[in-house]
């Protein structure tokens, strides 16, 4: 098992809808979510992160985790062509040498 | 603007040519990573540096090799590169380790032929 799962898509959806992306991971001790936008041909960059369980919402994008479950969400409000993007999850356990990435949900904004 | 620059941005080898990417920050980082990405796959840490201390991930193959000659530069080599190694190499750079917080490059995508 992974320790990171994220449906890679691909996903397309019009312009102005809500848009979910989701990843699943099975260590709990996780402590910081991170989401990393990349678009064709660049590096990833990071959106958005949290720390624990909660929301944070920046602009048209929340983030949401549930540790519980172990499961977290990005929300993309008014979705625009623009975030036509690969989107991925990240996590880290405090302490920890490195990320764990998941490997990316594939979106595509039809205008 | 600090940044992260990776050259080249494509590469092509024949197979069993060694190859050498490279990777220079602005950021005075104290981290430099190395990832390989495949086609809708995660990135895979292939190893990092703090300042000179070189960390290997277990699974990294031989065949891949670093160097960090200063805080600036990182290099990428590829002793014998073979179809399996075809990927994006996305070079990162972070303050401290253990960091969520990573700054990518553009990436240099390798084919192999």
């Known amino acids: 098992q992974k320790e990171v799962e994220q449906d890679p898509g691909p996903l397309s959806v019009p312009e102005g809808a809500i848009v979910s992306l989701n990843c699943t991971y099975s260590?709990?001790?996780?402590?910081?979510f991170m989401w990393y936008r990349q678009y064709s041909r660049k590096g990833p960059e990071l959106l958005m992160y949290?720390?624990?369980?909660g929301n944070k919402e920046d602009g048209r994008f929340t983030a949401q985790v549930d540790k519980s479950s172990k499961y977290i969400s990005l929300f993309i409000r008014d979705s625009q062509p623009s975030d036509s993007a690969t989107y991925l999850c990240?996590?880290?356990?405090?302490?920890?040498?490195?990320?764990?990435f998941g490997q990316g949900t594939r979106l595509t904004i039809n205008p | 603007d600090a940044m992260v620059i990776q050259n080249p941005r494509y590469q092509v080898t024949q197979f069993g040519k060694p190859v050498t990417l490279s990777c220079s920050q602005t950021?005075?980082?104290?981290?430099m990573y190395w990832y390989q990405q495949k086609s809708s796959q995660a990135p895979k840490l292939l190893f990092h540096?703090?300042?000179?201390?070189?960390?290997n991930e277990a699974d990294t193959p031989d065949n891949f090799q670093s160097r960090r000659p200063n805080t600036s530069f990182c290099f990428l080599d590829i002793r014998s590169p073979g179809l399996g190694d075809a990927a994006m190499y996305l070079c990162?750079?972070?303050?401290?380790?253990?960091?969520?917080?990573?700054?990518f490059g553009a990436g240099s995508r390798l084919t192999v032929l």
């Open positions: 949290t720390y624990s369980s």
């Open positions: 990162a750079t972070s303050r401290v380790t253990g960091a969520n917080v990573l700054t």
């Open positions: 950021l005075n980082h104290n981290v």
């Open positions: 990240a996590m880290i356990i405090q302490g920890a040498q490195k990320l764990v």
């Open positions: 540096y703090y300042d000179k201390d070189f960390n």
């Open positions: 260590n709990s001790a996780f402590q910081y």
